[in-house]
């Protein structure tokens, strides 16, 4: 497919007719099935993603926008977290908003106040980026819309927020979608891009489109490797050509289960993508680990209880120790009494979160 270009040094406007106004959208993080771990060029990955888009757990964010008078044409925002300054967030908006000058080139134009606030706690190992920044890239398609009526069209509105947040975030364009969402070009599904994400719900089964995600926090502590020194470590690791290949591969096996609601094909795939993603870790110059103990234990757990009650839990794993539980929504009574009972114990002062599949972004 044609690359898109967005790039448009039109979108300039007369402020002196324009009044001051805020913008707020809501946007949810994802989980990832098959995943995304290696990219090239600015953000695009080195293998085909799909995931879930998730309900609970969201970021809020609004962007509050005043014309500038004078001539200024630096860049000029303020960013707070909950309504609290928070400087090392505030100088990565001012990086991102940077390198989107030339898509948006009206940001310099106006003086931005920035809010955001997730519904998870914070340093939860929750991926915060995929629902802050695509929140974040929803409110400027939205004042482009506003100030220029261009992006009228739900698909054209919606390509341009996932592309808008993929230059954030890889894994954000994907939260643009409701209940699931494939990025990357596979010739497995017309469309896909590696620019932007494309929604999958159409085509789930309906007993994946209820899927339930319980999260159990098994650490907050922070990241001893972020993600992004994660994608880096890929390109020295020997593994990573037939890792793309394999990614490919289980894409195809996961879109038949997903299409037939086979939940056994869709456990075995899912379980071990988040085992490669953690032994590509591991494999790495250096190598790392991000599972923790409780972990394995839980994994063990998970494990026996399938075998024991042949219920169709499976686990996934982003690029932390927290473990994503999938499961249909009909076991949700019997999942929830075995997470009670055998997991809450491995988790952090107890806690976990239970979320599911939802509605993806809206605007408030
Ligand atoms: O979007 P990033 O750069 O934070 O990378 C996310 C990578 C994984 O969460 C591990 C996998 C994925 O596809 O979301």
Known sequence: MAAVDYKNAKLIVETSTIAAGQL??????NIALVKYWGKHGDQLPNNPSLSFTLQQAVSTTTLAYRPKK????GLDLSFTFHGKPQPAFAEKIKQYFHKLRDYFPFIKQFSFDINSE???????GIASSASGMSALALCLCAMEQELFGNLADEQQFR???SYIARLGSGSACRSIYPTAAVWGATSEIAGSSNEYAIPFEAELH???QSVQDTILLISKSEKSVSSRAGHQLMDGNIYATSRYKQANDQLRLLLSALAKGD???FGRITEQEAMTLHALMMTSNPPYILMQPNTLEAIQRIIDYRQQTKIPLYYTLDAGPNLHLLYPANDKEKVQSFI????????TDGKYINDQ???GPKAL
Do not use: I, V
Request: aromatic share 10%; net charge negative; hydrophobic share 30%.
């Open 24 to 29: 707020t959208w809501q946007s949810p993080s």
């Open 70 to 73: 004078g001539t200024d044409t």
């Open 118 to 124: 997730n519904s998870f706690p914070h340093s939860a």
């Open 159 to 161: 390509r341009k927020a």
């Open 206 to 208: 309906e007993s994946f």
């Open 263 to 265: 939940w056994d094909q």
């Open 340 to 347: 009670s009972e055998q997991l809450a114990s491995l988790c």
């Open 357 to 359: 599949a939802g509605a």
